[in-house]
């Protein structure tokens, strides 16, 4: 069983800045990354980091956010600048692992206040 730990929601006023993390239980993987998932809209892509480096965003934080880390030491962040009231969303860390297994946290809520 993975295990993911998320940390670093909380409230910030619009355009204000927060830093989430999350560390993972293995070290074997073929990515790290993000989802959020807002009340009554589906889970979307925030960003990844597969183990060769590569970095994807969606495209509403595209500019804003940057996914950043140790992937082979299991370790992800995701710094959000000029947050929007439209970011607000539980944020979930994602593990893909080398059978495309996906594994999820138990999420961190951000909130971001107009």
């Known amino acids: 069983q993975v295990q993911l730990l998320e940390s670093g929601g909380g409230l910030v006023q619009a355009g204000g800045s927060l830093r989430l993390s999350c560390i993972g239980s293995?070290?074997?993987?073929?990515?790290m990354g993000w989802y959020r998932q807002a009340p009554g809209k589906e889970r979307e892509l925030v960003g990844t980091?597969?183990?060769?480096?590569?970095?994807n965003y969606g495209d509403s934080v595209k500019g804003r956010f940057t996914v950043s880390g140790d992937v082979a030491k299991n370790t992800l962040y995701l710094q959000m600048n000029s947050l929007k009231p439209e970011d607000t969303a539980v944020y979930y860390c994602n593990l893909r692992d080398m059978v495309n297994r996906d594994w999820w946290g138990q999420g961190t809520r951000v909130t971001v206040s107009s």
């Open positions: 980091k597969n183990r060769e480096g590569d970095i």
């Open positions: 293995i070290r074997i993987f073929r990515s």
